[in-house]
């Protein structure tokens, strides 16, 4: 999938750091396929509004899988590059997802615990419940937002940012989102998307205390899924990005 950097939608921006809203499909950064990555759509818009000459510096701060939509932040200097990345590795920046998964799990609101192990030749993740060699710590907490006879909107938290980790720890409770096949779904959605999206994030400003809470609508692609539309994400505490 291919958007221009007129339609780039940007969530927020300063001197250091600029967050934008992913589609689902589009890669965060470039791979051997060749299709352009959300990180080129970002420093073209850059290099566009800021008229600056030569290669624009655009750090990934983290990553959205391929058919995942939501939120996604980058440092646009080396300062903020660095203090971002300093949140991420100590588990400083809260990220919340909505999902929509088949079924509904066991209880309305749980903290999964699991090992992950991934298979880099099939690109799959398994979810073990006690740790085995190779695998890594995966903690995550959910909240059953609505339901119905097929589907479960979920808002979940994440405790560890694990590859794959909400779709391997949703599938082995026996949800796994709708759409994504590759961890047991019954059918596909169009363009391959999986129904999950970085809903919330917040972190401290790079040269502030100031802590910036950054939340988007879910996807108006979901409200086919569920009987009512699925309800908007808000909070009186929360800047809302529309």
Same mark, same amino acid.
Request: charged share 25%; hydrophobic share 35%; aromatic share 8%.
């Given at each position: 999938? =291919?958007? %221009?950097?007129?339609?780039? $939608?940007?969530? #927020?921006?300063?001197? /250091?750091?600029?967050?934008?809203?992913?589609?689902?499909?589009?890669?965060?950064? %470039?791979?051997?396929?060749? &299709? $352009?990555?959300?990180?080129?759509?970002?420093?073209?818009?850059?290099?566009?509004?800021?008229?600056?000459?030569?290669?624009?510096?655009?750090?990934?701060? /983290? $990553?959205? &899988?391929?058919?995942?939509?939501?939120?996604?932040?980058?440092?646009?200097?080396?300062?903020? +590059?660095?203090?971002?990345?300093?949140?991420?590795?100590?588990?400083? =920046?809260?990220?919340?997802?909505?999902?929509?998964?088949?079924?509904?799990?066991?209880?309305?609101? +749980?903290?999964?615990?699991?090992?992950?192990?991934?298979? +880099?030749?099939?690109? =799959? !993740?398994?979810?073990?419940?006690?740790?085995?060699?190779?695998?890594?710590?995966?903690?995550?907490?959910?909240?059953? !937002?609505? *339901?119905?006879?097929?589907? *479960?909107?979920?808002?979940?938290?994440?405790?560890?940012?694990?590859? /794959?980790?909400?779709?391997?720890?949703?599938?082995?409770?026996?949800?796994?989102?709708?759409?994504?096949?590759? #961890?047991?779904?019954?059918?596909?959605?169009?363009?391959?998307?999986?129904?999950?999206?970085?809903?919330?994030?917040?972190?401290?400003?790079?040269?502030?205390?100031?802590?910036?809470?950054?939340?988007? &609508?879910?996807?108006?692609?979901?409200?086919?899924?569920?009987?009512?539309?699925?309800?908007? =994400?808000?909070?009186?505490?929360?800047? *809302?990005?529309?």
């Amino acid at each position: 999938m =291919i958007f %221009g950097i007129m339609s780039l $939608r940007v969530l #927020y921006e300063d001197n /250091h750091l600029i967050a934008v809203y992913k589609l689902a499909g589009v890669l965060v950064q %470039g791979d051997e396929t060749g &299709d $352009r990555s959300l990180l080129d759509e970002v420093k073209g818009y850059l290099k566009e509004k800021y008229q600056k000459p030569g290669n624009v510096f655009l750090g990934l701060l /983290h $990553r959205l &899988d391929r058919p995942v939509s939501g939120i996604v932040l980058f440092a646009k200097t080396s300062k903020g +590059a660095s203090r971002l990345s300093e949140q991420f590795r100590d588990h400083a =920046i809260e990220k919340i997802y909505h999902a929509i998964v088949e079924g509904k799990p066991k209880k309305d609101n +749980a903290t999964l615990v699991h090992y992950l192990k991934k298979n +880099a030749k099939n690109n =799959i !993740v398994t979810a073990y419940a006690d740790h085995e060699p190779g695998t890594f710590y995966a903690e995550l907490s959910y909240d059953l !937002v609505r *339901s119905n006879s097929k589907y *479960s909107l979920l808002q979940v938290k994440l405790k560890t940012g694990r590859p /794959h980790q909400i779709r391997a720890q949703l599938s082995i409770i026996g949800c796994p989102l709708v759409g994504d096949i590759k #961890y047991g779904a019954k059918k596909m959605l169009k363009n391959g998307d999986i129904a999950l999206c970085a809903t919330s994030l917040s972190f401290k400003l790079a040269t502030k205390e100031e802590v910036k809470h950054l939340v988007i &609508d879910l996807p108006k692609e979901w409200r086919g899924l569920l009987t009512l539309p699925p309800p908007k =994400i808000s909070s009186p505490n929360t800047q *809302s990005q529309s």
